[in-house]
């Protein structure tokens, strides 16, 4: 079955550092997302692509977050500088269709 | 702008007991519902979504959820739980016209033998 990868799982850095994540969606979907879900809340929506266009990027920092996915297929999520409370669970999901999410693993961030 | 609220944090149940965890949301537009499961460091996954037909709907591991429009609820049910439902669950909504999801902030169950 296929399914959503991202790496890495885990993630240490200390904050003022740069980080990066990176996901692979399941072949043929064309909108990805991003997620960052800090422990004990929902997830909650950073960036949407439809292909290689952002859809939807509102809730994300840009002053220190940016993503990108350039041939419209996989996916980087940057951090820069890294700050303490940007430790959480970022995960990646895709679909073909508007109404399914497919969920990646997560990669979880610790920032010291 | 639409918004969902888990009603309870933390679910205890014993084993083969029922379990109901409950979902209210609020939107000014028609929306897709959904019920996610995440095990610890783990992605989530889908358990049921209610798109439009019938308001009971029947997912995997032997859940299901009732939409009810008038009093704005998607509730989660299983009649009877095993050691393994253990997890967190998620509600979720989704504008019909747009890919964003709008997710609650869960709902441990916990499972007791």
């Known amino acids: 079955e296929a399914e959503v990868a991202q790496s890495p799982r885990y993630k240490i850095t200390e904050k003022s550092q740069a980080v990066a994540f990176w996901c692979d969606p399941i072949s043929g979907h064309a909108t990805l997302y991003w997620y960052r879900q800090i422990l004990g809340q929902g997830p909650e929506l950073l960036v949407q692509?439809?292909?290689?266009?952002?859809?939807?990027d509102s809730q994300l920092p840009k002053d220190r977050f940016s993503a990108e996915r350039l041939k419209g297929v996989d996916s980087t999520l940057k951090i820069q500088p890294a700050e303490l409370g940007d430790s959480a669970m970022y995960l990646c999901?895709?679909?073909?269709?508007?109404?399914?999410?497919?969920f990646g693993p997560g990669t979880r961030l610790t920032v010291l | 702008a639409q918004s969902v609220t888990q009603l309870d944090s933390q679910v205890p149940v014993f084993e083969e007991a029922p379990v109901e965890l409950r979902c209210n949301y609020s939107s000014s537009v028609s929306v897709y519902l959904f019920w996610y499961v995440q095990y610890p460091n783990q992605g989530l996954q889908l358990l049921l979504k209610y798109l439009s037909g019938s308001t009971l709907v029947k997912g995997i591991n032997g859940f299901e959820a009732e939409f009810n429009k008038s009093q704005t609820s998607f509730h989660l049910r299983k009649p009877s739980v095993h050691i393994s439902d253990t997890a967190e669950y998620f509600c979720?909504?989704?504008?019909?016209?747009?890919?964003?999801?709008?997710f609650g902030d869960g709902t441990t169950l916990t499972v007791k033998p």
């Open positions: 692509f439809q292909d290689e266009s952002v859809v939807d």
């Open positions: 999901a895709s679909s073909q269709q508007e109404n399914e999410q497919f």
């Open positions: 979720a909504v989704r504008n019909t016209n747009a890919g964003k999801s709008t």
